[in-house]
Protein backbone atom coordinates (compact mmCIF):
# COMPACT_ATOMS: atom_id res chain seq x y z
CA UNK A 1 0.00 0.00 0.00
CA UNK A 2 1.03 3.66 0.14
CA UNK A 3 3.11 5.44 2.33
CA UNK A 4 1.19 7.98 3.14
CA UNK A 5 -2.11 8.89 3.85
CA UNK A 6 -3.07 10.77 0.16
CA UNK A 7 -6.83 10.64 0.56
CA UNK A 8 -8.09 13.65 1.95
CA UNK A 9 -10.30 13.33 4.72
CA UNK A 10 -13.31 15.90 3.38
CA UNK A 11 -12.97 13.49 0.10
CA UNK A 12 -13.48 10.12 2.18
CA UNK A 13 -16.59 12.02 4.08
CA UNK A 14 -18.08 13.12 1.24
CA UNK A 15 -18.32 9.61 -0.59
CA UNK A 16 -18.96 7.96 2.44
CA UNK A 17 -22.25 9.78 2.82
CA UNK A 18 -23.08 10.31 -1.13
CA UNK A 19 -22.97 6.35 -1.61
CA UNK A 20 -24.02 5.48 2.45
CA UNK A 21 -20.48 4.15 2.86
CA UNK A 22 -18.29 3.15 5.81
CA UNK A 23 -15.83 5.70 5.64
CA UNK A 24 -13.30 2.94 6.52
CA UNK A 25 -13.98 1.08 3.06
CA UNK A 26 -13.87 4.25 1.48
CA UNK A 27 -10.17 5.26 2.49
CA UNK A 28 -9.51 1.48 1.99
CA UNK A 29 -11.05 1.39 -2.05
CA UNK A 30 -9.47 4.57 -2.50
CA UNK A 31 -5.79 3.73 -1.55
CA UNK A 32 -6.22 0.07 -3.73
CA UNK A 33 -7.12 2.33 -6.79
CA UNK A 34 -4.09 4.54 -6.17
CA UNK A 35 -1.83 1.77 -5.09
CA UNK A 36 -2.85 0.01 -8.82
CA UNK A 37 -2.71 3.29 -10.92
CA UNK A 38 0.08 4.88 -9.41
CA UNK A 39 3.77 2.96 -10.51
CA UNK A 40 6.59 3.87 -8.53
CA UNK A 41 9.43 5.77 -10.43
CA UNK A 42 11.11 2.62 -10.70
CA UNK A 43 7.94 0.60 -12.09
CA UNK A 44 7.56 3.44 -14.45
CA UNK A 45 10.76 3.35 -15.84
CA UNK A 46 11.56 0.15 -16.37
CA UNK A 47 7.99 -0.62 -17.93
CA UNK A 48 8.72 2.60 -20.12
CA UNK A 49 12.28 1.29 -21.43
CA UNK A 50 11.16 -2.32 -21.87
CA UNK A 51 8.46 -0.59 -24.59
CA UNK A 52 10.43 1.88 -26.23
CA UNK A 53 13.33 -0.85 -26.35
CA UNK A 54 10.27 -3.03 -28.10
CA UNK A 55 9.60 -0.03 -30.78
CA UNK A 56 13.60 0.22 -32.05
CA UNK A 57 14.57 3.57 -29.88
CA UNK A 58 18.48 3.54 -28.75
CA UNK A 59 18.94 4.16 -24.92
CA UNK A 60 20.18 7.65 -25.62
CA UNK A 61 16.86 8.77 -26.66
CA UNK A 62 15.27 6.42 -24.09
CA UNK A 63 16.56 8.65 -21.45
CA UNK A 64 16.07 11.65 -22.48
CA UNK A 65 12.07 11.12 -22.85
CA UNK A 66 12.16 9.19 -19.55
CA UNK A 67 13.27 12.21 -17.62
CA UNK A 68 10.80 14.51 -19.31
CA UNK A 69 8.12 11.73 -18.63
CA UNK A 70 9.27 11.70 -15.23
CA UNK A 71 8.81 14.88 -14.20
CA UNK A 72 5.30 15.43 -15.54
CA UNK A 73 3.92 12.80 -13.86
CA UNK A 74 2.36 11.40 -10.21
CA UNK A 75 4.09 8.57 -8.83
CA UNK A 76 3.55 6.66 -5.74
CA UNK A 77 6.77 6.28 -3.24
CA UNK A 78 8.34 3.86 -1.89
CA UNK A 79 8.97 3.22 1.98
CA UNK A 80 12.88 4.85 2.25
CA UNK A 81 15.05 2.31 4.41
CA UNK A 82 17.10 3.88 7.29
CA UNK A 83 19.86 4.27 5.39
CA UNK A 84 18.05 6.14 2.35
CA UNK A 85 16.71 8.75 5.16
CA UNK A 86 20.39 8.63 6.48
CA UNK A 87 21.72 9.37 2.68
CA UNK A 88 18.57 12.64 2.32
CA UNK A 89 20.12 14.08 5.30
CA UNK A 90 23.73 13.45 5.85
CA UNK A 91 24.65 13.00 1.73
Known amino acids: M ?5 LDDAWVRHLAQTYSLDEALV ?4 EEF ?3 TE ?18 LR ?5 KRLREEVTRRRFRVETPTE ?6 IYG
Do not use: C, M
Open 59 to 63: NDEIF
Open 39 to 56: PTVREFVVRSHLRYQAQG
Open 2 to 6: LNADP
Open 34 to 36: LAL
Open 27 to 30: RRLG
Open 83 to 88: RQIRRL
